[in-house]
Structure formats: C-alpha cells, structure tokens
C-alpha cells in the first residue's frame, strides 16, 4: 500500500501542474471531454451487452420481426460506438499534444537555465541523458497515461454497470449441479471477481520484474543515442586520427548491453503474454461453463446465456484490469520513475546552491572582486584557490599557468557556474557578464544566428553584425551569413575563433571572461585581436585565462597558477603585471 502511494504522489507531482497552470481551463475542458466520452463508450458496451439477450432470444424463437428490428438496433449502437471512440480518440490526442507541449517547455525551461544543465552533472551521475528524457520519456509518460487513465476509467465504469447486470442475472439463472442448485445471491458477479482476483496475482508475480527492466532499457536505449550522435558530431577527429575501431568498440560495447537487458525484456514479456493468452482463451469459455447448467435445465433461454456469458467477462476484463496491462504499467512507471529523476536532479542543484558549503556570486558595486576562493572536485580536492582579485571598470587581469593547473575551474567558478567550493565573487550591478570558453559553441542553423549567439539573431542589426565581422577578420564570410552548415566541420580553429571575438563586441559586456580565447593565433596576431576587444570596449573589465605570455602587457594584474595540484591549491593573490 505504501508503495502504491508513492506512486499516486509521484504521479500527481508530474501530472497536477499542468492542470493548475494558465493552460488549466482547456487542459480541464479536453479531460472532461475524454471522460465524457469514454462513458459513451461504455455505454455502447452496456447496450450491445443487452442488445445479445435480445438478439439470440429472436433466434431462438425464430421470430423474424424481432431479429429485424435487432439488426436495427444494432446498427444504431455501431454507429454511436464509431462516434464515442472517435471523440475519444480526438480529445486524448489533444490533451496529450498540449499537455506534451506545456511540460517540455517547464522542463526544458527548467533545464536550461542557470546552468542546471551543466551543474546536475556534479552528484548527480546517474541522471544520464537529461535532453533524451525530455525528448522521449515525457512522450511515453503521456501517451501511457491517456492509454491506462481511459482504459482504467473505462474499466471502473464497466465494473459498475455490468456487475449490475449480473447480479440480477444471477437471480434467474440458478447454479444447478448434479440436481442441487448452489446459486446465492450475485453468484456470478462473485465467481467472476474470484477468476479475475486470481489472474490479476499470477500476473502480477510474473510481470513485476518487468518495471526495473523497462526502465534499465530506457536508459540503455538513450546511451546507445547519445554515443552514435556523439560519433557522428566529432567525425572529423575520429577520422583524422583512425579512431573508427574504438569508435565501434564503444558502440558495439553499448548495444550490446542494450540488446542483454532488451532479451531479458523478451523473456520476461514472453512468460506474461503466455499467461495473460492462455487466460483470455480461458476467459472466452469459462463464463459459459459457469451459466450452462441454468440453460441445460431450461431455466434460461439462448439469449440470457450470451448476455450473462458477455457481461461475465466484461467484469473480468474490468476487475483484471492490472492483468490486461501489466506491460504497459511497466513502460508508464519507467518512463514516470526516469522523469522524476531528472526533475528531483534540477531542483537538487538549487538546494545545494542554498547551502552554507559553496561559491556565493551576487551583485554589488561597481567592480569583480573573487575573495577566498577555493573551487573544489566532487570527491572535495581543491583544485585552484584564489585569495584576492578585485578589478574596477576598464581594468585587466591575466591568470596564467601550466595546463592542469584549474585556469578553466576558476573561469567556471566566478562565471557562477561551478557549484563546488567556497568563497564569493562580487560583480557590476545590472552587468552584463559574458564567458567565453576555449572550445567554440555553435549553435543549429544560419552561420548569422552562430555570430550573434548568445543573443538572438532578429535582435542584431545587420549593421552591426557585418561591422564586427570585418573588425575581426572574417569578411569573406559575409556571402554566407544566411547559409545552414556544419559550421564547426567547415571553419577553422582560427575562423572559430575570430567568431567568438565577433561575438564579444556584438554583446558588449561590462564583464569578460576568457579562457584560452586567442590560443589558435600566432603570436602577432593574438595581441592585435586582444587590443582590438580592449579597444571597442574600454569600459569593460577582462579576466584573461591563457597559456600565452604574449598578452602579459595588456593586462594590469597578473595571477599566477601553480604548476601542479597543490601548488594550484595555495593562496594566489592578484599582483601587477
């Protein structure tokens, strides 16, 4: 029982939001609608159920008129059977469209913001393949929980009415057995609770495994995605280098889990779907042995053994609900389990954030000013530490040292996105902050929008966007600003580069963070394109990451790292240049 209740709040932790969301009037007005038409839905089973006494009595009878006027009758309830189940299809396939589209926004959203995306990867690596749940489990959850929500209500709904139906058929339709009647009252109603009750146990023993299976398979499926797309985005190096046999070792390593679990998936469903056919073949006869010593007697006619035979099995298939869809409750409680995972991730990061242990960046002042900073690994070593560094508007500080020695973890750390540490870093009020990493980021589509990032590309002047481009070299480019390629494949290390700085005097921050930014130029050409940004934008406070002792003059602060882990550890201050 517990654990039921933990799925039910699970379940409406996910689910309740969007229904008291700005969607919640169309979102409550197309569930009523789906409900609405289920019961029609039932009700057509309700009336086809009577329509059967009806029908097979006029056989029996060889009454002509009535067998007519029942193919009448029938035609009637096809037709609203068509309707109801066309609504219903109608209205859930809108529900789940707008219900899709409101909760991939609130998690995307969610996401991709503050840099959640990058920090949940700190404590939190069994989240794996964050985009692919987004992307596909929020689709299995909806789609599954239409598919169960209206089968269960469907269900409910026909327990009611057909347990009605044979409860009274169960006064007219005596159990009669070597000449002794052991009928008593709702006979039938009970015999067929008793067969379903017992089904719905074996099931459940048999499928349960089917849960951890289902969900272990999800997330093999999404680490097979996520390899093959990331081969595929890094075929230049993997060419280069001749790497294609790692490459399908990683791969084949990874499918081959995949298919492991996916067998084990087979064999478990295999044993489940033997079970849940043998009793539907089962469930086909054993209502009919139940009612036929009523009919054998004389006690009933033809048609109210079909009736009592039919609404038997429809409380069976009500009551054995859990049985009929064991497979499908498995996929909906993996794809609802991979959901919460991810959103208890996201919302870990800003309670973490909340805590006394971290690196406190907040706005104040005029200046970047970073005291007692030790920026720390997960497993808690620090890996660089920065005691004092404070540059007022138009100043320039270059942190230099050797590779290893946390360039990239201070970066990450004053830019507010390393969660790791302790200290605090102070910036401009209302400032804006713009960090630039060494490897450049190109989004999806025209190279314009790849200039323009992170601001959007309708919010540039043409003007400007060109004017930048020509400061930092690239004016051959301008005939492609509107092309769609593989922009990381087709440009250089150095055009890439030069792009990063056309973004920088498009954005125009009060605050720059650079790392390693001018490491694909030589060494004439670097300090030119540096003073080139110092010069656009002398307002602007520069905090340089670099290997390159070429750009030591521009600076006025310089902050040396240690040449290894406990060197890089110790108290740095920031000192002239």
């Not at 089973?45 to 097979?56: D, P, T």
């Not at 469930?283 to 609404?311: E, H, K, Y």
């Not at 800003?350 to 242990?357: H, V």
């Not at 051959?476 to 440009?491: C, G, S, T, Y």
């Amino acid at each position: 029982m517990r654990r039921a209740l933990e799925i039910l709040r699970t379940f409406f932790r996910i689910a309740l939001p969007y229904f008291r969301s700005e969607e919640r009037w169309q979102a409550r007005v197309l569930l009523a609608a789906v409900i609405a038409a289920e019961f029609g839905v039932v009700y057509a089973l309700v009336a086809f159920n009577l329509w059967n006494a009806r029908f097979y009595n006029a056989i029996q009878d060889r009454n002509w008129e009535e067998f007519l006027y029942s193919l009448l009758l029938f035609v009637g309830i096809a037709l609203w059977t068509v309707a109801a189940n066309m609504a219903q299809f109608f209205f859930g396939q809108m529900l789940i469209l707008r219900w899709r589209r409101w909760l991939t926004r609130r998690y995307v959203t969610l996401w991709m913001s503050e840099g959640r995306h990058y920090k949940m990867r700190f404590g939190h690596e069994d989240v794996d393949n964050a985009h692919l749940r987004i992307a596909n489990d929020i689709l299995i959850f909806l789609q599954k929980t239409h598919d169960l929500g209206y089968n269960f209500l469907g269900s409910l709904i026909a327990l009611f009415s057909f347990a009605y139906i044979l409860w009274g058929l169960s006064s007219v339709a005596p159990l009669v057995l070597f000449g002794q009647d052991y009928s008593f009252p709702g006979y039938l109603f009970w015999i067929a609770i008793a067969y379903a009750g017992i089904g719905t146990m074996i099931a459940h023993l048999v499928g349960k495994p089917l849960i951890q299976l289902n969900f272990r398979q999800q997330h093999f499926e999404a680490d097979f995605r996520f390899a093959i797309a990331r081969a595929y985005d890094h075929t230049e190096p993997v060419a280069l280098m001749r790497g294609e046999e790692t490459e399908r070792a990683v791969l084949d390593q990874r499918f081959t889990t995949l298919v492991g679990n996916w067998l084990n998936l087979i064999r478990r469903q295999t044993m489940l779907g033997g079970f849940i056919q043998s009793y539907g073949q089962m469930s086909i006869v054993f209502p009919i042995i139940v009612a036929s010593p009523a009919f054998f007697t004389g006690a009933i006619p033809l048609g109210i053994l079909m009736q009592a035979a039919l609404a038997f099995q429809r409380v069976d298939m009500a009551f054995a609900f859990f049985l009929h869809t064991y497979p499908r409750i498995a996929e909906w409680k993996a794809s609802m389990d991979r959901i919460d995972q991810l959103e208890q991730a996201l919302l870990a990061v800003d309670a973490a954030e909340r805590g006394d242990e971290r690196i406190v960046v907040r706005e104040q002042g005029h200046s970047l000013h970073a005291e007692n900073l030790a920026v720390r690994l997960p497993n808690g070593a620090v890996v660089a530490s920065l005691a004092d560094l404070k540059l007022a508007p138009g100043e320039r500080a270059l942190v230099s040292g050797s590779s290893g020695t946390g360039k990239s973890s201070l970066l990450r750390a004053i830019a507010g996105i390393w969660p790791i540490g302790v200290g605090r870093v102070g910036m401009p009020d209302g400032g804006r902050v713009l960090a630039m990493p060494q490897r450049v980021y190109f989004p999806l589509g025209t190279l314009r929008a790849a200039i323009a990032y992170p601001t959007r590309p309708e919010e540039v002047s043409d003007n400007d966007l060109r004017a930048a481009i020509n400061a930092v070299g690239l004016a051959h480019l301008l005939p492609r600003l509107d092309d769609e390629a593989e922009w990381p494949v087709v440009l250089s290390g150095g055009e890439q580069q030069r792009i990063a700085l056309a973004r920088i005097l498009i954005r125009r921050p009060d605050v720059l963070l650079l790392d390693d930014a001018t490491s694909n130029f030589d060494e004439d050409t670097a300090p030119r394109l540096f003073q080139l940004l110092v010069d656009r934008l002398p307002n602007a406070i520069f905090v340089t990451f670099s290997r390159q002792t070429t750009l030591a003059n521009l600076h006025g602060h310089h902050v040396k790292l240690g040449a290894n882990r406990q060197a890089a550890a110790g108290t740095l201050a920031a000192e002239p240049a």
